[in-house]
C-alpha cells in the first residue's frame, strides 16, 4: 500500500512536471549504483545490467522484483542501527523506476548517461598480503544432492599474523552456496577418506570461525582496531556447501588475507543466540505452519561493542529478530528480518559501534515457515524438519560481534559463552526426558555434565521437583522448552 501511494504520488508530481522519468538522467544511477555490481561480466547476477539496452529488456521485470523488494537483495528492515554499503532501494527510488516502465522506458540523452561505478579486477579489496588456495580443484557433479565438504588449507605464514580483512573468491559462483572457514591446529586434523568429515572437525565450542560467505557477500573487513590472530602452523578449515548447478563444475577456491596495519589489535568475539545455530534447541518445526519459533536471550556479563549481525536459518526460515535489551529498561533492534532469504545471506555491519554494557539481554527470536505455500519449502507435501547441516533439513540462529570495551574482560565474555552453550545443552536434555526423567539414550551423551547440578539426590535421574527447578533456572537464563515447543499463536 505504502509503495502503490508513493508511486501515485510520484506520478502525480510527474505530470504536473510533464515529465517522464528517463534511464540516463534518472533511472541509471539506481541500477548502475545498486545493481550492476552483480549484475555485470564474471559476476553473480544471471544477466548484466550495465546499459540501457540491457535494462530496457528487463524493465517490467525489475519493475516487479523492485517493487516486492525481491531485489537488490537486502533483506535487513531499517531501524534504530544503521548498516554500512546497504543496498536497500528508497520508496522513491522504486516510484521512479515504475514511472519510467510506465511511461515507456524512454532512454533520454546518451551523452547524459552516467559512468559506471569502478568495480575493482580481481580482488575486490585490493591485492592481499597473503593468499590461501585450496591444492587442487574438486569436481561438483552437474545433478544429484547438494554436497558438503571439507578442505584443509595451508597457510603461507612463517609467523603469527594479525589479520584485518579477509576476501574470499570461490573457485565455482554457479556452485558454491555458502562457505564457513575455520583455524584449526594442524595436528588435529585427520580426514576420512572420503574428505567429508575429520576426526577433529570445527564445532560450535571451538568458536574459530574466520569466514561466512555466502552469494552476494562482500570481503569482510573489520573496524580498524580489529583483526584475528592467525597462528603460524595452523590450518585454514574450509567446509563447503555445494548446489549442483546443472553442468559439471570445478572449483578451486582461494582466500585473500589483509595484515593489520595498527598495533596491538583487538580480537573479537563472536555471539552466537542459540549456539551451534540451534543444534542444541530441539528444533522440529511440524508441517502446515509459519508460526514455529525459537527463542533465546543472553545477558552481557562486561561491557561491549558490537560491530555486525548476521543470521542463518535453511530454506524454511523467514523472520529474524535480534534485540538488546539494556539495563535502563531501553530496547534497541540490532537486526530485523521479515523475509528472509536462504539464496542471499549477508553480513550486516554498522557504520558505528553500538555500545552495549554490562546486564544487556540480548534476546534472538527464529521464526520458520513449513506451509505448503511457502515457495521455498523443499519438500511437497509439508513434512516434519529438524535440525540439522544439511539444506533441506534445518537450524536457526542470530549472531552478533563484539568486542570489550575493556581487554581485559575478554576472557570473562568468553567463558560466559561456553557457560551458555553448557546450558543449551542442559535445555536440550532436560526437554528430551521420557516420562520417568531418564535421559533417552539418543541425547545422554548431550549435557549430562550440566544436568548434574539438577540432580541434588544424585540418584542419576531427575524427579519431578528437580525437573521443576531446573526449568525455572533455565528459563530465568533464556531459554524456551526446547523440544517441548510449540508454534507460536
Same mark, same amino acid.
Given at each position: 500500500?505504502?509503495?502503490?501511494?508513493?508511486?501515485?504520488?510520484?506520478?502525480?508530481?510527474?505530470?504536473?512536471?510533464?515529465?517522464?522519468?528517463?534511464?540516463?538522467?534518472?533511472?541509471?544511477?539506481?541500477?548502475?549504483?545498486?545493481?550492476?555490481?552483480?549484475?555485470?561480466?564474471?559476476?553473480?547476477?544471471? @544477466?548484466? &545490467?550495465?546499459?540501457?539496452? !540491457?535494462?530496457? $529488456?528487463?524493465?517490467?521485470? %525489475?519493475?516487479?522484483?523492485?517493487? /516486492? #523488494?525481491?531485489?537488490?537483495?537486502?533483506?535487513?528492515?531499517?531501524?534504530?542501527?544503521?548498516?554500512?554499503?546497504?543496498?536497500?532501494?528508497?520508496?522513491?527510488?522504486?516510484?521512479?523506476?515504475?514511472?519510467?516502465?510506465?511511461?515507456?522506458?524512454?532512454?533520454?540523452?546518451?551523452?547524459?548517461?552516467?559512468?559506471?561505478?569502478?568495480?575493482?579486477?580481481?580482488?575486490?579489496?585490493?591485492?592481499?598480503?597473503?593468499?590461501?588456495?585450496?591444492?587442487?580443484?574438486?569436481?561438483?557433479?552437474?545433478?544429484?544432492?547438494?554436497?558438503?565438504?571439507? @578442505?584443509? &588449507?595451508?597457510?603461507?605464514? !612463517?609467523?603469527? $599474523?594479525?589479520?584485518?580483512? %579477509?576476501?574470499?573468491?570461490?573457485? /565455482? #559462483?554457479?556452485?558454491?552456496?555458502?562457505?564457513?572457514?575455520?583455524?584449526?591446529?594442524?595436528?588435529?586434523?585427520?580426514?576420512?577418506?572420503?574428505?567429508?568429515?575429520?576426526?577433529?572437525?570445527?564445532?560450535?565450542?571451538?568458536?574459530?570461525?574466520?569466514?561466512?560467505?555466502?552469494?552476494?557477500?562482500?570481503?569482510?573487513?573489520?573496524?580498524?582496531?580489529?583483526?584475528?590472530?592467525?597462528?603460524?602452523?595452523?590450518?585454514?578449515?574450509?567446509?563447503?556447501?555445494?548446489?549442483?548447478?546443472?553442468?559439471?563444475?570445478?572449483?578451486?577456491?582461494?582466500?585473500? &588475507?589483509?595484515?593489520?596495519?595498527?598495533?596491538?589489535?583487538?580480537?573479537?568475539?563472536?555471539?552466537?543466540?542459540?549456539?551451534?545455530?540451534?543444534?542444541?534447541?530441539?528444533?522440529?518445526?511440524?508441517?502446515?505452519?509459519?508460526?514455529?519459533?525459537?527463542?533465546?536471550?543472553?545477558?552481557?556479563?562486561?561491557?561491549?561493542?558490537?560491530?555486525?549481525?548476521?543470521?542463518?536459518?535453511?530454506?524454511?526460515?523467514?523472520?529474524?529478530?535480534?534485540?538488546?535489551?539494556?539495563?535502563?529498561?531501553?530496547?534497541?533492534?540490532?537486526?530485523?528480518?521479515?523475509?528472509?532469504?536462504?539464496?542471499?545471506?549477508?553480513?550486516?555491519?554498522?557504520?558505528?559501534?553500538?555500545?552495549?554494557?554490562?546486564?544487556?539481554?540480548?534476546?534472538?527470536?527464529?521464526?520458520?515457515?513449513?506451509?505448503?505455500?511457502?515457495?521455498?519449502?523443499?519438500?511437497?507435501?509439508?513434512?516434519?524438519?529438524?535440525?540439522?547441516?544439511?539444506?533441506?533439513?534445518?537450524?536457526?540462529?542470530?549472531?552478533?560481534?563484539?568486542?570489550?570495551?575493556?581487554?581485559?574482560?575478554?576472557?570473562?565474555?568468553?567463558?560466559?559463552?561456553?557457560?551458555?552453550?553448557?546450558?543449551?545443552?542442559?535445555?536440550?536434555?532436560?526437554?528430551?526426558?521420557?516420562?520417568?526423567?531418564?535421559?533417552?539414550?539418543?541425547?545422554?551423551?548431550?549435557?549430562?555434565?550440566?544436568?548434574?547440578?539438577?540432580?541434588?539426590?544424585?540418584?542419576?535421574?531427575?524427579?519431578?521437583?528437580?525437573?521443576?527447578?531446573?526449568?525455572?533456572?533455565?528459563?530465568?537464563?533464556?531459554?524456551?522448552?526446547?523440544?517441548?515447543?510449540?508454534?507460536?499463536?
Amino acid at each position: 500500500m505504502r509503495n502503490s501511494i508513493c508511486l501515485s504520488l510520484f506520478l502525480a508530481a510527474s505530470a504536473i512536471a510533464g515529465a517522464t522519468p528517463n534511464f540516463t538522467e534518472h533511472v541509471a544511477p539506481i541500477v548502475f549504483n545498486n545493481c550492476a555490481s552483480c549484475h555485470r561480466a564474471g559476476e553473480a547476477g544471471p @544477466f548484466t &545490467l550495465t546499459s540501457y539496452r !540491457d535494462v530496457a $529488456k528487463r524493465g517490467p521485470f %525489475i519493475a516487479a522484483v523492485t517493487q /516486492s #523488494r525481491f531485489m537488490p537483495p537486502w533483506h535487513a528492515s531499517p531501524g534504530e542501527v544503521e548498516f554500512e554499503g546497504s543496498r536497500r532501494l528508497t520508496d522513491e527510488q522504486i516510484a521512479t523506476i515504475q514511472a519510467w516502465v510506465e511511461g515507456g522506458m524512454p532512454e533520454g540523452d546518451p551523452a547524459n548517461t552516467p559512468a559506471l561505478p569502478k568495480f575493482a579486477k580481481g580482488w575486490q579489496g585490493g591485492e592481499p598480503d597473503a593468499v590461501v588456495e585450496m591444492t587442487e580443484s574438486f569436481r561438483v557433479p552437474p545433478d544429484g544432492p547438494d554436497l558438503y565438504r571439507y @578442505f584443509v &588449507l595451508d597457510l603461507p605464514l !612463517d609467523e603469527d $599474523k594479525w589479520v584485518s580483512a %579477509i576476501e574470499f573468491q570461490p573457485g /565455482s #559462483r554457479a556452485t558454491s552456496h555458502h562457505v564457513l572457514g575455520f583455524l584449526m591446529d594442524g595436528d588435529d586434523l585427520e580426514a576420512d577418506s572420503t574428505g567429508k568429515k575429520y576426526k577433529s572437525v570445527p564445532g560450535r565450542n571451538d568458536r574459530n570461525r574466520v569466514i561466512s560467505w555466502a552469494i552476494g557477500s562482500n570481503p569482510r573487513v573489520f573496524p580498524k582496531d580489529v583483526a584475528i590472530r592467525f597462528k603460524k602452523g595452523q590450518k585454514l578449515v574450509l567446509q563447503t556447501h555445494f548446489h549442483p548447478s546443472g553442468k559439471e563444475e570445478f572449483d578451486r577456491s582461494r582466500i585473500g &588475507l589483509h595484515f593489520a596495519e595498527v598495533e596491538n589489535p583487538r580480537q573479537y568475539v563472536e555471539v552466537l543466540i542459540p549456539p551451534g545455530f540451534g543444534d542444541s534447541s530441539g528444533i522440529a518445526v511440524p508441517p502446515g505452519t509459519d508460526r514455529y519459533s525459537l527463542r533465546e536471550s543472553f545477558i552481557l556479563p562486561v561491557d561491549v561493542k558490537a560491530f555486525s549481525a548476521f543470521s542463518h536459518a535453511h530454506y524454511l526460515g523467514k523472520e529474524f529478530h535480534l534485540t538488546a535489551h539494556l539495563p535502563g529498561g531501553e530496547s534497541r533492534t540490532l537486526l530485523l528480518i521479515d523475509d528472509y532469504d536462504f539464496a542471499w545471506q549477508e553480513l550486516y555491519n554498522f557504520t558505528d559501534y553500538v555500545e552495549l554494557p554490562a546486564g544487556t539481554r540480548l534476546e534472538s527470536y527464529v521464526r520458520w515457515d513449513n506451509r505448503a505455500e511457502n515457495p521455498n519449502n523443499p519438500y511437497s507435501p509439508p513434512q516434519e524438519i529438524r535440525w540439522g547441516p544439511f539444506s533441506d533439513d534445518e537450524m536457526g540462529s542470530n549472531t552478533l560481534d563484539v568486542v570489550t570495551v575493556n581487554p581485559e574482560d575478554e576472557p570473562k565474555l568468553r567463558a560466559a559463552l561456553k557457560e551458555h552453550g553448557t546450558l543449551s545443552d542442559a535445555n536440550f536434555y532436560l526437554s528430551s526426558l521420557d516420562t520417568d526423567f531418564k535421559p533417552k539414550k539418543s541425547v545422554a551423551r548431550r549435557g549430562r555434565e550440566a544436568l548434574e547440578r539438577f540432580d541434588e539426590d544424585g540418584n542419576g535421574k531427575l524427579s519431578p521437583a528437580e525437573r521443576a527447578a531446573a526449568r525455572a533456572f533455565l528459563a530465568s537464563k533464556g531459554f524456551d522448552e526446547g523440544a517441548a515447543r510449540q508454534p507460536s499463536d
